[in-house]
């Protein structure tokens, strides 16, 4: 049973930037995982646009992710925003993120008569089963060849779409994304994906190398024996070659991510977090759970520092968000009723950048 349990553990989805969205040739939907723009809302749900719990001031909209149950009659997407002033960044209480739902039938409804190449592709990156989705087929054979090891029966466990038979039930139409007024934006582009355990090790050596050279001569550490000193019996080696600043879980950080420097996203539902500093003592304690059925929360995917440098406004001089990883935490049941006409709101946990320039 242990065995079994660290083997799905380990299984990890990593998302990384794609191709431009441009809305002059085509539209995002909310089948589409993406960065930046505005968020997409399933024809029964009415989005009010959040702001900050601090400031007040006005989110900017960072990520959607596309991430359906397997077995679930239900599409499935979260939406993370943050707060882009400075006197925010780092904390918690700055961002939110909502979890909508809809039955495949309602969402139906919202499907565009003919789906471009690009919102095809990033949705079938996700999972393989997008012909369930009723997406055009004359748009699927002119889309861009997936990576091979996009396609794994992994994929196919995590984000399975075969549906179960259900009744169309009568739900109220919502009145979609409501705008409290113009909204900082960011440059929009897909989110595609890559399974962690068949990432091409080899190809990004080099990079990781040079990576970890760096950090050694700057902060005057042995990176090679701190990362080793695993056993027990070791804290007397990490104590004499532990980094100025004190953190040996950054230098653990750094060598997870070195095999894919550009991911932006770790998907890994029922998963273990990847920390980029010491976590509290009572994290598991600080997640609460679920508002609306009492279900414990369980961590979904975090969002990487890569994307940081990534963010590039369309509208907005100077907007910027920083961060050094943000944990996601959802509902373990991802209750949701098809009367609910709301997003729900899920929990997230920020974490700084101890090194930023790192990832830049």
Same mark, same amino acid.
């Given at each position: ?76 997407? +979260? ?91 009568? +739900? ?189």
């Amino acid at each position: 049973m242990a065995a079994e349990q660290r083997q799905f553990i380990e299984c990890v989805l990593l998302g990384t930037r794609d191709a431009e969205i441009d809305s002059k040739r085509n539209k995002s939907s909310c089948f589409t995982s993406k960065i930046g723009e505005l968020p997409n809302c399933f024809p029964s749900v009415t989005l009010r646009y959040p702001s900050c719990s601090i400031c007040n001031g006005i989110l900017v909209h960072v990520v959607q992710v596309y991430c359906p149950l397997e077995g679930s009659p239900y599409h499935r997407t +979260v939406n993370v925003f943050a707060c882009p002033s400075r006197a925010c960044f780092g904390k918690s209480e700055s961002w939110t993120v909502l979890r909508s739902q809809c039955l495949e039938t309602e969402a139906t409804q919202a499907q565009e008569p003919k789906a471009n190449q690009e919102a095809t592709m990033a949705t079938r990156d996700w999972c393989e089963g997008a012909d369930d989705w009723g997406i055009d087929e004359e748009t699927e054979s002119s889309a861009p060849p997936a990576n091979s090891s996009m396609e794994t029966d992994f994929t196919s466990q995590l984000q399975g779409l075969s549906l179960r038979e259900h009744l169309q039930s009568s +739900v109220p139409a919502g009145e979609g994304l409501l705008l409290p007024g113009p909204v900082p934006t960011f440059q929009p582009y897909y989110i595609s994906v890559v399974d962690e355990g068949e990432f091409c090790v080899d190809a990004d050596m080099d990079h990781a190398q040079r990576l970890l050279k760096e950090y050694q001569r700057r902060e005057g550490v042995d990176v090679q024996q701190l990362i080793s000193c695993d056993g027990e019996g070791e804290s007397e080696k990490y104590e004499k070659t532990k980094a100025r600043h004190g953190d040996e879980i950054f230098l653990k950080f750094m060598k997870k991510i070195s095999v894919c420097q550009e991911q932006v996203l770790r998907y890994s539902r029922k998963g273990q977090p990847l920390f980029i500093t010491a976590p509290p003592s009572n994290v598991k304690q600080m997640v609460p759970c679920c508002r609306s059925c009492g279900s414990p929360r369980i961590f979904e995917f975090q969002i990487m520092p890569a994307l940081v440098s990534m963010l590039k406004s369309i509208n907005t001089d100077g907007l910027t968000v920083e961060f050094g990883t943000v944990l996601i935490y959802t509902c373990e049941k991802s209750c949701w009723s098809p009367s609910n006409q709301t997003p729900l709101e899920e929990f997230l946990f920020v974490q700084t950048d101890p090194d930023q320039k790192l990832f830049k």
